[in-house]
């Protein structure tokens, strides 16, 4: 009796610790649209750089090898902010994948893929750049100050 009642509680609180949200890691799924988030990136890095003159670039079939290296991802929707000003090396993404897509695949497929050395005359090293995500949003950000947008997009979780 008394071990079937220990079982009960040990059960009851191992689904008790389980169902209990995120794991202490924050939101899972940001919500916004891709503009405003990126904005809240920009915004929320140690690093100023609104010197680049950042545009925006609605990624589709016909761009996403070049921003993403890739057209093998599963997406909703995608942006790309890249400095107007071709000489600077930066360029960050942010996709929402589908509903069920594989993250750990579209990551690996970005990683391995994206060019860190399209613009020709300027460049990134592998070591700044950067793949993530928060729940169904992936972030790509390919600069020399990679982690502090990182750590930035990584507080859109809090």
Same mark, same amino acid.
């Given at each position: 009796?008394?071990?079937?009642?220990? &079982? =009960?509680? /040990? $059960? !009851?609180?191992?689904?008790?610790?389980?169902?209990?949200?995120?794991?202490?890691?924050?939101?899972?799924? $940001?919500?916004?649209? =891709?503009?405003? =988030?990126? +904005?809240? &990136?920009?915004?929320?890095?140690?690093?100023?750089?609104?010197?680049?003159?950042?545009?925006?670039?609605?990624?589709?079939? +016909?761009?996403?090898?070049?921003?993403?290296?890739?057209?093998?991802?599963?997406?909703?929707?995608?942006?790309?902010? +890249?400095?107007?000003?071709?000489?600077?090396?930066?360029?960050? &993404?942010?996709? *929402? !994948?589908?509903?069920?897509?594989?993250?750990?695949?579209?990551?690996? /497929?970005?990683?391995?893929?994206?060019?860190? *050395?399209?613009?020709?005359? &300027?460049?990134? +090293?592998?070591?700044? $750049?950067?793949?993530?995500? $928060?729940?169904?949003?992936?972030?790509?950000?390919?600069?020399?100050?990679?982690?502090?947008?990182?750590?930035?997009?990584?507080? =859109? /979780?809090?």
């Amino acid at each position: 009796m008394k071990k079937g009642l220990l &079982v =009960l509680v /040990a $059960i !009851a609180l191992i689904f008790t610790m389980t169902a209990c949200g995120n794991n202490g890691k924050g939101k899972t799924e $940001i919500t916004g649209t =891709l503009e405003e =988030l990126i +904005e809240k &990136v920009y915004a929320g890095s140690v690093v100023d750089f609104s010197d680049l003159m950042k545009g925006l670039t609605e990624i589709n079939a +016909e761009n996403i090898e070049y921003f993403l290296g890739t057209a093998d991802i599963d997406y909703k929707e995608a942006l790309a902010s +890249e400095a107007m000003i071709t000489s600077i090396a930066h360029s960050m &993404v942010l996709l *929402r !994948a589908n509903d069920g897509a594989d993250i750990e695949k579209i990551k690996k /497929a970005i990683k391995d893929n994206v060019d860190g *050395r399209k613009w020709i005359c &300027v460049g990134v +090293e592998d070591k700044n $750049i950067v793949v993530d995500n $928060i729940g169904n949003l992936v972030i790509l950000i390919m600069d020399n100050e990679s982690k502090a947008l990182h750590d930035s997009f990584k507080k =859109l /979780a809090e």
